[in-house]
């Protein structure tokens, strides 16, 4: 995903209590999480020199299941996906929190320049996920060091195909969400953010991310000779309202507490400068925040798009293609993800994110099935500041990598305090 730089206007403090109770987390985690970051960033490396994509990733499912060797997890891998399901038993019953990391690059030629830089050609870690796999295994290899004290399980989700494949909806249907024998009780991802200070965490209650759906409008006029409008039905002009009414029909409609965004990026009609042509068609995305104005968008598109061309005696046909739900944070969980991680990490580095970011992610469907959260993890690299860095899915994206060991913390914090009894109640 591509979060947007950050804005810096605060959120309303009443969003989330913060005050300072219960702040359950070991703040000798961050050391321990130091102790274990050597390797986690060699592993973050290796996986950064080997992109791949989609929902095939041999490779990358291979150096996880070697990194997760010997840590005495149950293991499972995906049937129709690269994907690998862990599960860590405590020494006591009790609830199962799932722990996310995505696996795939994205097709981007890595201009970097790092020496441990892509060496597959047009494929990049661009999105941080090496760096999330890397975390998540560092987190499994500090949990399971401490399972004697644990009560109930943690299960680690390693997806392949973030990145528009909705790999997570594939690890459900196989069963990711029951992978301990129980269903699991809450959920958390993190997610590197270049254009965060690094080390600073943030994540909000309510829409953290937005729904992702692509739609497209074809118009039907008829062609003729460009000299003589008259007597064709022209979808050029007719195409061109649409897009206007389009972001109208954003403005008006939609309360400004109900943020939305429609981009009409690709508008096609036409091969010759003499000719008008028969058809003319745009392309776009649209970005919610909630599943009601999602629904309802999807249905004035189809009428905005069939009015206008309508009125010009032209027609229009309007599909929307789905894509990713609203990611939406539990506020229970992330009132208590807040506490906790600013027991592990330092409060002066966690904070409640201002407002949500219209980019996606698939977490949404772990998210719509067991309350949890999804945090952001500042990754700034050195020397730049945070609005200066190349933002996720850059040519040139880089992290710092200082961020793995407070992402490492962060995972087993929220893992160990769940399991503890000190997240909200699980729901019965
Ligand atoms: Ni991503």
């Given amino acids: 995903m591509t979060p947007p730089p950050q804005t810096s206007h605060r959120a309303p403090a009443a969003v989330v209590s913060r005050q300072p109770v219960a702040v359950t987390a070991d703040p000798s985690l961050l050391d321990e999480a130091r102790r274990l970051a050597p390797e986690a960033v060699a592993l973050r490396r ?22 997760l060797d010997g840590l005495g997890l149950e293991i499972r891998t995906g049937r129709t996906l690269s994907s690998v399901t862990a599960v860590l038993a405590g020494s006591a019953d009790g609830p199962t929190i799932l722990l996310r990391a995505d696996m795939d690059a994205l097709p981007v030629t890595e201009e970097t320049g790092l020496p441990f830089a ?23 290899r500090l949990l399971a060091a401490r399972r004697e004290g644990m009560s109930g399980r943690v299960a680690f989700m ?33 997610h590197v953010h270049p254009n965060l200070p690094a080390g600073a965490l943030r994540l909000r209650p309510g829409p953290q991310m937005a729904a992702s759906d692509r739609f497209r ?20 002009p007719v195409v061109c309202e649409i897009v206007l009414a389009l972001q109208t029909m954003i403005t008006r409609s939609l309360s400004v507490d109900d943020n939305a965004v429609l981009s009409v990026t690709r508008l096609t009609a036409g091969r010759a400068t003499g000719i008008i042509p028969d058809t003319a068609e745009l392309g776009g995305t649209l970005r919610t925040l ?31 293609e789905p894509g990713y739900p609203v990611t939406v944070n539990d506020p229970a ?16 580095t966690v904070d409640v994110l201002t407002a949500a970011q219209m980019t996606a992610e698939d977490f949404s469907y772990v998210l719509q099935a067991v309350p949890g959260a999804l945090a952001f993890l500042g990754a700034c690299p050195p020397d730049l500041e945070p609005h200066e860095a190349p933002s996720l899915h850059s ?24 399991l503890a009894g000190s997240g909200p109640e699980p729901a019965p």
């Fill in 333 to 348: 969980f992330t009132g208590f993800v807040l506490r906790t991680a600013g027991g592990a990490l330092g409060t002066e």
């Fill in 290 to 320: 909630s599943e009601p104005t999602r629904k309802m968008l999807h249905e004035t598109i189809t009428r905005v798009a069939q009015g206008v061309a309508a009125a010009h005696g032209a027609e229009a046909e309007a599909t929307v």
């Fill in 395 to 418: 040519s040139r994206m880089d992290m710092n990598e200082d961020v793995i060991a407070s992402g490492i913390a962060c995972h087993a914090a929220v893992a160990l305090a769940f």
């Fill in 158 to 190: 390693f997806q392949p195909g973030e990145e528009g494949h909705h790999g997570a909806r594939h690890m459900i249907e196989e069963g990711v969400l029951e992978a301990s024998g129980r269903r699991a009780d809450a959920a958390f991802a993190l």
């Fill in 46 to 67: 290796t996986l950064h020199g080997s992109p791949e994509l989609g929902l095939d990733l041999p490779d990358t499912q291979r150096l996880v299941l070697g990194a």
């Fill in 217 to 236: 409008v074809l118009v039907r006029g008829r062609g003729g000779h460009a000299s003589a409008p008259h007597t064709t039905c022209d979808p050029v």
């Fill in 118 to 140: 892509s060496r597959a050609p047009g494929l990049m870690h661009a999105c941080g996920h090496d760096a999330h796999t890397a975390m998540l295994v560092g987190a499994a």
